[in-house]
């Protein structure tokens, strides 16, 4: 039978780190009949989280993908979901999976509302435009609170939050929900994990609060829908409860509004209602707009839409390696369709790829398939040279879609090998590694000669390391953590560099005069503009000195850390008819480039990380003295269920063992959580104190 594309979705499950973003993905596929048995992440059994760190650790580190089936409304529904980890560390995960979703759910805990991680995967998704619905998870836990997280939504992440259940009960006594839309409540029976359930008239005591729930939705809706005003002005209760389920479907779509549901992953309730929403709410590929790219030969815009008769065209999101079928490319296929044995065009290699095989993935097994049309998500394999971000498409019809743009890492740490004979093991599991994640950097210290391997966090390197340890059997020794600085300019400077050497014979020579300025915060790196007339340099020597200036950011005047952003602008300059080639005019940019930034007042930036502490009261004076000690400036405070919260900016470099130091402050009761914000200008003490520890790790 022919699948009807608008029958797909491509769907993430999201949130702050421990939600229940894996138990809630266990059940759905427990309900879909994927799995015979639920597993669970306390357990190490969850399907999804199958990495060895995953299960020990009880956490998600990489986002994992599977397709289930659901029946509804007598339709049968494909979904393509992708569990991502919560933890800030591999954020890089939300972000490449979100490149290639239509749609998410992002889970919130009914204890603690919106949480830090919450607010950092909500902007990723403003940033993609990818509509959402909510589940406010854990109502069955002493202290949840429905209607106070559906407020924090609203207030904290400016969302348009429309409640289309309520809870039956809170905590322990917490049993059901009640559909506002079909005026029915929900109870699920304990026995069974939850398959069955009894859907009866609303309780006496809960009708007034469902009709005015209700009503609220009904509000909502007729300021974005002239039918539903018109009915609603006139003859409420001629509105069905149809009109709302495509009203409410349509401003989703249009993000005007986020519809929120309730219930319990763990206690088996609730669950159902996702996926319900999933395929009433939740866009299907041929609901969103057409994907636009790039001809990559006459760089005009085109457009596919999601028709498998369109040209091939797919993004390849993610790169893994897997120890029976080797490197494995998730992609997303945007229009058209291929099969295995055919063959791909990556626009950035500019190359033919052989698809040998075709997978439908379902966390780390790999189910053969004939062939993948527009809409779906699979991985393959027998590939040469793939990254993730390459576009695959068709070689008459290319495209080049638009990257995907990872975030710097900000800690590093210097690493070698135990046994000398395991170099190059730690060199290919490094360059393996790197491959996977974007996130994750590799580089030689000029000075020191040491092997930097830097990422997003501690957590992020501590599971690097394991990996390499039991995947590629290779054991290292490691240095402390190092805070990942950048250098920037910020002053305009004009200077003229004349590189002459002569040796006999045939000689260099380069003649140039640039403009050295800050660049774009916004963009990092070099934005090159020559303004040359007249043939003074030749056309074939600016690139050279743009690679020139290139390699100099590498190295910033002052510690040697890479300068952020720049622009230079070529205005004049000379050259020679036999002395100068390419090579004389790479080293000009590299020498004007550096005596240039010298001269352009350079400053050093520094990653500074946004912090909340949830602590008892009486713990609020010790946790405000030693985050002032740590430079870290209070940006508010507030209460949570009678526990502070402070929101602190605070440098990451004096931010190594703060949640030992935490415990200890709070007598094990204060919990923390960070993430990166942004890079500042460190100040002249700091500045001097890093070259002091800068100087002696050198002298080592």
């Not at 993430?12 to 992440?41: P, S, W």
């Not at 995907?404 to 210097?414: N, S």
């Not at 952003?565 to 390419?582: C, E, M, R």
């Not at 008892?616 to 940006?635: F, H, K």
Request: glycine share 6%; net charge neutral; aromatic share 8%.
């Amino acid at each position: 039978m022919k699948k009807n594309i608008k029958y797909n979705r491509n769907i993430g499950i999201v949130a702050h780190i421990d939600a229940g973003k894996t138990t809630t993905t266990e059940r759905i596929l427990f309900y879909t009949g994927i799995n015979h048995k639920i597993g669970e992440v306390h357990d190490g059994t969850a399907t999804m989280d199958w990495m060895l760190q995953e299960q020990e650790r009880g956490i998600t580190i990489t986002s994992a993908a599977t397709r289930c089936e659901w029946i509804y409304n007598n339709n049968k529904y494909y979904i393509n979901i992708i569990d991502t980890p919560g933890h800030v560390d591999f954020t890089v995960e939300v972000e490449r999976s979100m490149r290639v979703l239509d749609g998410m759910v992002v889970l919130f805990s009914a204890v603690d509302g919106v949480e830090p991680q919450s607010e950092t995967v909500w902007r990723q998704a403003d940033k993609y435009e990818i509509p959402r619905i909510a589940f406010v998870n854990k109502m069955d836990r002493q202290g949840a609170n429905f209607l106070d997280v559906c407020l924090q939504i609203k207030k904290i992440l400016g969302a348009n939050s429309v409640p289309i259940q309520i809870p039956i009960g809170y905590g322990e006594n917490f049993i059901g929900v009640v559909d506002l839309i079909r005026d029915k409540a929900i109870i699920w029976e304990e026995k069974n994990y939850g398959m069955t359930y009894k859907v009866i008239s609303v309780p006496d005591d809960m009708k007034r609060t469902t009709e005015k729930y209700k009503n609220n939705i009904i509000e909502i809706l007729s300021e974005f829908d002239d039918e539903i005003m018109e009915k609603f002005l006139y003859d409420n209760s001629s509105i069905s409860k149809n009109d709302i389920i495509k009203s409410l479907r349509k401003n989703t779509i249009e993000m005007k509004i986020i519809p929120i549901l309730c219930g319990s992953s763990f206690k088996n309730k609730g669950v159902q209602s996702i996926l319900d929403a999933i395929c009433n709410y939740l866009p299907s590929p041929v609901d969103m707009k057409n994907v636009v790219g790039i001809n990559p030969i006459n760089k005009k815009k085109i457009c596919r839409k999601p028709d498998e008769n369109d040209p091939f065209s797919a993004l390849a999101f993610k790169i893994s390696t897997d120890p029976f079928v080797g490197r494995l490319a998730f992609f997303r296929v945007y229009s058209g369709k291929i099969f295995p044995g055919s063959y791909s065009f990556n626009s950035r290699s500019g190359n033919k790829e052989r698809i040998s095989r075709i997978y439908q993935m379902h966390a780390n097994k790999q189910n053969p398939i004939k062939e993948i049309k527009a809409g779906d998500i699979a991985a393959i394999v027998g590939f040469k040279d793939i990254k993730t971000g390459d576009t695959l498409c068709d070689e008459k019809n290319p495209i080049l879609l638009e990257k995907i743009f990872f975030p710097d890492p900000v800690i590093g740490l210097a690493v070698e090998p135990k046994y000398k004979s395991d170099i190059d093991k730690m060199s290919i599991a490094l360059s393996k590694l790197m491959e996977e994640d974007p996130t994750f950097q590799v580089r030689t210290d000029e000075y020191t000669s040491q092997t930097i391997i830097s990422g997003m966090g501690e957590l992020h390197l501590e599971i690097i390391i394991d990996r390499m340890k039991r995947e590629f059997n290779v054991e290292v020794n490691q240095g402390e953590p190092q805070v990942e600085y950048k250098e920037a300019i910020t002053k305009s400077i004009e200077h003229r560099e004349i590189y002459k050497k002569q040796t006999g014979g045939r000689g260099k020579f380069a003649d140039i005069l640039l403009k050295l300025e800050p660049g774009e915060k916004e963009k990092p790196g070099l934005i090159f503009i020559s303004k040359i007339k007249g043939g003074n340099i030749p056309k074939e020597y600016i690139p050279s000195i743009e690679k020139g200036c290139k390699e100099m950011m590498k190295n910033g005047p002052l510690f040697g850390y890479e300068i952020d952003n720049a622009k230079v602008t070529i205005l004049d300059g000379s050259y020679h008819s036999v002395d100068s080639d390419q090579l004389s005019f790479e080293l000009a940019g590299k020498f004007a480039f550096r005596s240039a930034s010298k001269k352009a007042n350079p400053v050093l930036l520094e990653p500074i990380m946004k912090l909340e502490v949830i602590i008892p009261e009486e713990n609020m004076g010790d946790v405000i003295g030693d985050l002032n000690r740590r430079r870290g400036i209070i940006q508010n405070m507030g209460n949570k269920n009678n526990i502070k919260i402070i929101n602190v900016m605070v440098p990451l470099s004096e931010m190594f063992g703060y949640v030992t130091s935490l415990r200890t402050l709070s007598s094990g009761r204060g919990t923390s959580t960070m993430e990166f914000s942004h890079y500042d200008v460190v100040s002249n003490s700091v500045m001097n104190n890093i070259l002091i520890k800068k100087n002696k790790n050198e002298n080592k």
